[in-house]
């Protein structure tokens, strides 16, 4: 009996086109020849084939026998020791093969591989890396690598091979030139132009050279999706960094997301890793635009429900855990304008954290001193004894040597008249709240107080993305934090930055001879979940207004929030839904507008529908349940058919209150 892994293999081998002199150089490596390499890298842009022609290696590896360990770079950790620990057979065992896809998103490992791993190898082990860069080039010119390191930039078919591609996907001659004429010589355009078969060729205009060439080749491949329930699974992995099964089941409660998931895996643009289904960048970016054009509102609603289940899981997963779902709930805002001014994206500083251990200190130390003189580094010094928790150190990965720290300090209320003596940034920082909205007994606020990395001085690095990362994860994971505060020497420039997201408090400590800016936000009145949503820029929200000025999506957003801090009069009072038309005409806003909306709740008992969607809600918001997970026991639900009728309640609640919102009350 043939397995199912073989006849894939087999298959692939049938389908792969080109690429011959990689192919020769790797089967060569396999059977021992001296001469052949024993690292290859293999770069180009996306959707040259570097995939493809790695899955065509690997089946090979297999076939002669070897061990195989493969890695996807988008998903590959920071810590060295993580990256030795996943790759171990090939440092352990003879004749490992170890395969590397998406280099470009690890880049920052470069030089610790080829300084430090690499050399470790197992006997007679072999490495395979792709990404879109090409390798560094100390290394290609590095005597001690010229024989056993080959450098292959991939590039796009010639027509013969094109035409070969055509010929074995059964593309009907006449429409052969046509295809080639649209889709050159790269091989993701023709992939898809070969999937989707003759049947996607039959009108010239689709073929048509346009602007838009990849959105018109994915609608010709996509076609006639199955059903609402399939568009929607569209929807989730066109915006999600990776989208599992279980992702698919948390955002799509009511749907059957087993066979979703399969459809999606069996869609040629569709990557599979060990996170989940993974689209090719390009084919990504083209559905998403073509979703956001089709069905705006569906397009928002769907990051909706992903930012809040990112948020959940955010809340309540394990700490190694935290920051890959952190980073993955800012992916969905990436393009936004907030996002643009803050964070880099770059993977180029090559660099992760590590908690403060007491022998960096001098070093922390001296680096404080350069960038913002003795009397901060002194209280560098101060807090790194009485929080020492707080300090993250940065390291590049190469080499291992500290280029930056930050530190976030959390400050249970009172203030404590040690820190305010000392620090003129927390006691500006504690006047501030004190004047505002004074923190009470069993809340704190936490501060991102120093952020030094010599080299790129408080401007957006990857230094302030990570640490951005873990202050959100934080602000999410934290009980009875009232406020949240970051502290810039450059406050003009940094106002424009974090407008939008944090409030300039006007305080302007000075320690030596520096003075500082504070910005921050009150949790207490802004919950993250609202706090999310100012990522997503208002122009980008297609749907039409009310009468009061908000979208059907920011209508929507306030109803979510209202409820979520329905049984807390003081959150509730500076809930967005409190300047609707609904509280308009309301003599006492707050009593009334928490008395309309538990009658709207009531009300959808009135509905067939809405009988368990009330009762879900009831309990979920009202009836003082600690979490949606107890409120689930409360009922003696299953939590996924709770959440499917929270959803369910959801949907019907804010499509009642829209009515009333636009029409006015029945």
């Known amino acids: 009996m043939v397995s199912v892994g073989e006849r894939l293999s087999s298959a692939r081998t049938r389908a792969f ?9 790797f089967e060569g490596a396999l059977g021992g020849d001296p001469q052949a390499p024993f690292a290859l890298y293999v770069f180009g842009p996306g959707g040259i084939g570097k995939s493809t022609l790695l899955r065509c290696l690997a089946d090979r590896a297999r076939s002669a026998g070897r061990l195989l360990v493969e890695l996807d770079g988008r998903f590959v950790s920071r810590d060295p020791d993580d990256f030795s620990r996943a790759a171990g057979p090939f440092l352990d065992v003879p004749g490992t093969v170890l395969v590397l896809d998406s280099f470009e998103h690890c880049q920052w490992l470069e030089s610790w591989l080829w300084q430090h791993f690499l050399p ?25 690598w010229a024989g056993l390191l080959h450098v292959a930039e991939l590039g796009p078919f010639s027509e013969e091979q094109a035409r070969s591609l055509l010929v074995a996907a059964q593309i009907r001659p006449e429409l052969r030139d046509r295809v080639l004429r649209f889709a050159g010589g790269n091989p993701l355009a023709l992939s898809l132009a070969a999937a989707s078969g003759s049947a996607g060729c039959g009108r010239e205009e689709i073929w048509a050279p346009s602007a838009d060439v990849l959105r018109t080749l994915l609608t010709g491949l996509v076609g006639e999706v199955p059903t609402a329930a399939h ?4 929807e989730v992995a066109a915006q999600a960094h990776s989208t599992s099964e279980e992702l698919l089941s948390a955002v799509l409660p009511e749907e059957d997301c087993h066979l979703l998931f399969s459809w999606l895996r069996d869609l040629p643009f ?20 073509d979703l956001r054009w089709r069905a705006p509102h569906a397009f928002v609603t769907m990051r909706q429900r992903l930012a809040g289940e990112y948020l959940r899981i955010l809340r309540e997963a394990p700490e190694e855990r935290v920051w890959t779902v952190t980073d993955e709930l800012f992916y969905l805002f990436r393009e936004g304008k907030i996002l643009a001014r803050l964070r880099t994206w770059s993977r180029e500083d090559e660099v992760h954290d590590r908690p403060l251990h007491p022998d960096d200190m001098d070093t922390l130390l001296r680096m404080a001193e350069q960038t913002e003189g003795t009397a901060s580094a002194e209280l560098v010094r101060y807090w790194a004894q009485r929080q020492p928790q707080a300090f993250s150190v940065y390291r590049l990965v190469s080499t291992g040597r500290i280029v930056a720290f930050t530190a976030r300090l959390a400050l ?13 940034v927390v006691a500006a920082a504690w006047r501030y709240t004190d004047a505002t909205a004074p923190v009470g007994p069993g809340e704190h606020i936490g501060i991102s107080r120093f952020s030094v990395y010599p080299e790129r001085y408080q401007v957006p690095s990857r230094v302030t993305d990570l640490s951005s990362s873990r202050a959100q994860a934080e602000a999410a994971r934290a009980r009875g934090r009232a406020y949240g505060f970051a502290v810039w020497r450059d406050a003009e420039t940094w106002a ?25 936000v009150d949790w207490r009145h802004v919950p993250v979940e609202a706090w999310l949503g100012r990522f997503i820029s208002a122009a980008e929200d297609p749907a039409p207004s009310g009468p009061s000025g908000f979208s059907r999506t920011a209508f929507d957003q306030a109803v979510r929030e209202a409820l979520t801090h329905w049984r807390d009069p003081a959150a509730f009072a500076a809930c967005a839904l409190t300047r609707t038309r609904l509280a308009a005409d309301l003599s006492d806003p707050v009593p009334e507008l928490r008395a309309l909306l538990s009658q709207a709740v009531d009300d959808l008992a009135g509905d067939p529908r809405g009988v368990r969607a009330r009762e879900a809600l009831t309990t979920g918001y009202f009836s003082g349940a600690p979490t949606q997970e107890a409120a689930a026991r409360r009922l003696g639900l299953p ?8 959803r369910q309640g959801l949907d019907l609640l804010c499509e009642a209150l829209w009515r009333q919102e636009l029409h006015g009350p029945r």
């Open 412 to 424: 249970p209320a009172p203030a404590d008249p040690q820190d305010l003596a000392t620090d003129p």
């Open 231 to 234: 568009r929607r699974a569209l």
């Open 17 to 25: 086109i080109g690429r011959d002199e990689e192919l020769g150089r």
């Open 120 to 144: 470790r190898a197992a006997e007679g082990a072999l490495v395979v890396l792709a990404g879109r860069l090409a390798p560094q080039p100390q290394w290609t010119a590095d005597p001690a």
């Open 639 to 646: 939590y996924g058919t709770y959440r499917r009728h929270v």
């Open 270 to 289: 569709m990557e599979s890793t060990h996170r989940g289904l993974h689209p090719h960048d390009a084919a990504r970016e083209t559905l998403a635009a």
């Open 496 to 520: 424009e930055r974090v407008k939008g997201t944090l409030s300039d408090t006007g305080a302007r400590p000075r320690v030596g001879e520096h003075t500082y800016g504070l910005f921050g």
